[in-house]
């Protein structure tokens, strides 16, 4: 242990351990910028690109960046002299010269560090007024927009990309006055291995990235003679009260339906019904696999930035997949299909808006695979956040809302439908559909504690009438990366895995109420979904009664011909 004192105070600390670490042991308060540190410390930037964090030590003429110094014996430092913080509230000044100061009408109004700190520091005038590095705006993609001329270059998004995604799409080129984080050559973000995961945008202080704003389509939809029906993701429910002040992971289904009845939309539907779909389809493609010699191990596919991951990093193994959409997807296919004959309309009489936790799913939408003719299944994608600002658009009292059920047919969900949002559900919610499918016998536990929880890969094996099913979940494509590379080298004998793009899961996508990396956050969010889970009297999705109707009416048997038109999907090279 290293010992040293802050202003004073006497503190030890683990040898390498930085100032910002001593001094956040003794709750002092050093500001912060560029600084990251998320889940729990398992991953950092440590660029010291902004100097926000200037401290003095005594006996030295320079000042340290507390983020990036580490500790040594006997030093003595502090944080609250005049020219530590003269030397802050220059920084400031100087990042905010070249910045944009169009703060009411950006994208990251009220959520920006920037902005924060720069009112923390009471800075009330742009000090040195001059020429600020101008770059034309990247809207090149369905899921982000790349502003440049707000960007300060932390490089957190550059970590993001690069140490936790290991995609490798940003990082800082150009040089001078003219340097920006972007891709190589500075090719527009949709001509890039970008996956959409959106984490980076998730990390950013300012606003050089956000995600594309769909508000005002879906207000045009709305106020359009078209049928405009809403459905909303299992993890939406969990974040969603966030926005309004609500205690992390209070579980809003009730008033989100409420709102959205208010909003005007003409139906408000669940995609967690489309997720019971979704495990029909999966446990018996996954059952179909294993008992036809089929490729094995079938990974799940409804994470679009984990399918557009392994379309540009494992096209060699596009067969492992599972072909099944989306729940969101099949969701949209069905509105334009089972609902449309069984309301009398056309599919362009409908218009389909998701509600997602996740940027990619704007890209996903757009997908041409996913379409029906010159009709997408899903026509608007907005997030989380975008949602919160139409209710907060609309002055509605969301925390006064009373609870309001889902209209119907696709309304009803069981509780293995609602844990798709947290990492290890969607394997979960499959086993326990495949163990009833393939012994007969009624699954009594439902509850696989081994798949759940924030571990970045979890393994578990299954014992199913004698045989047994290997099992592995990953989140974060750093660890689906890694997951991977076993299964290409023959290493790993799984059957079945789960992938998610976003460390947590959907829970932790880049739509949701900005998070930070704090696990404190991600676990009452992943509580939420249990607690639904618990609550809900049907927990197996083969029982949804709705599901088994719409089998009987209209798609026939469960991966059958009809299913694999309207459900399952092709990946691209
Ligand atoms: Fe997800 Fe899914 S769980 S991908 O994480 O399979 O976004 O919540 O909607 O489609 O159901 C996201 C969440 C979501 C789909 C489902
Ligand atoms: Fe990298 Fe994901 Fe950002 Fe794309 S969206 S640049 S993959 S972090």
Redesign the pocket.
């Known amino acids: 242990m290293i010992k040293l004192t802050i202003n004073d105070k006497e503190v030890s600390v683990p040898e390498g351990s930085t100032i910002l670490d001593a001094a956040k042991q003794l709750k002092i308060k050093i500001p912060t910028l560029c600084h990251m540190s998320l889940y729990d410390i398992q991953f950092f930037n440590q660029s010291a690109s902004c100097r926000v964090c200037v401290v003095e030590q005594e006996g030295r003429n320079n000042l340290l960046p507390a983020c990036a110094t580490p500790v040594s014996e006997g030093m003595k430092i502090r944080t609250d002299t005049k020219k530590a913080i003269r030397a802050r509230r220059t920084i400031v000044e100087l990042l905010l010269s070249d910045h944009p100061n169009d703060c009411l009408i950006c994208a990251k109004n009220g959520d920006c560090e920037l902005q924060k700190i720069a009112a923390d520091l009471g800075i009330r005038e742009i000090k040195y007024p001059g020429e600020i590095a101008t770059f034309p705006t990247d809207n090149s993609s369905k899921s982000i927009v790349r502003n440049m001329t707000k960007c300060i270059l932390c490089k957190r998004c550059e970590t993001m990309c690069s140490s936790i995604q290991t995609v490798d799409v940003l990082t800082e080129i150009g040089r001078g006055f003219d340097t920006v984080m972007g891709a190589a050559f500075n090719l527009p973000m949709d001509e890039t291995t970008c996956t959409f995961c959106g984490q980076c945008l998730a990390v950013c202080p300012t606003g050089a990235l956000s995600e594309v704003n769909n508000v005002s389509k879906v207000w045009d939809a709305i106020n359009s003679d078209k049928v405009v029906i809403v459905q909303t ?4 429910r969990v974040a969603l009260g966030e926005e309004f002040g609500m205690e992390v992971g209070s579980l809003v289904t009730g008033k989100m339906v409420g709102a959205l009845r208010r909003i005007g939309f003409d139906r408000v539907f669940d ?2 019904f ?2 019971d779909l ?1 495990i029909i389809e999966e446990a018996s493609e996954l059952i179909h696999r294993i008992q036809h010699g089929g490729k094995l191990p079938m990974l799940t596919s ?2 679009p930035a984990w399918v557009k991951f392994f379309e540009h990093q494992f096209s060699d193994m596009l067969d492992i997949p599972s072909s099944c959409k ?4 099949m969701f949209g296919a069905l509105s334009k299909t089972y609902f449309a004959e069984k309301m009398g309309l056309k599919a362009e009489d409908i218009i389909v808006v ?1 509600v ?3 940027v990619a ?1 704007k890209y996903e939408a757009a997908r041409p695979e996913l379409s029906e003719g010159s009709s997408s299944d899903v026509d608007i994608v907005i997030t989380t956040r975008e949602l919160a600002l139409m209710i907060k658009e609309a002055s509605i009292d969301f925390e006064n809302l009373d609870d309001k059920e889902f209209d119907n047919p696709l309304g009803e969900s069981t509780g293995a ?1 609602v844990i ?2 947290a990492t290890g ?2 394997i979960e919610a499959t086993l326990r559909t495949a163990y009833e499918f393939l012994t007969g016998k009624t699954l009594e536990n439902v509850e696989f504690s081994s798949l759940r929880g924030m571990q970045g890969i979890k393994e578990a094996t299954i014992d199913i009438n004698g045989m047994s099913i290997n099992i592995a979940v990953s989140h974060g494509l750093g660890n689906a990366r890694h997951l991977l590379e076993k299964i290409r080298s023959g290493k790993a004998n799984y059957h079945a895995i789960e992938i ?1 793009a976003c460390p947590g ?3 932790g ?1 880049a ?1 949701q109420p900005f998070h930070h990396g704090d696990l404190s956050i991600l676990d009452k969010r992943m509580n939420g979904l249990y607690k639904e889970d618990r609550g809900k009297t049907l927990r197996k999705s083969h029982e949804n009664p709705m599901i088994k109707k719409l089998y009987d009416e209209f798609l026939g048997e469960p991966y059958g011909e009809k299913a694999h038109e309207l459900l399952h999907t092709t990946y691209v090279a």
């Open positions: 993701a299992p993890a939406v995609t967690d489309a997720a979704t409804c994470c989306s729940p969101h997807e998701s997602m936790p996740c799913k439908s798709f949002g559900g969607v998610m899961g959907c829970i996508g739509g």
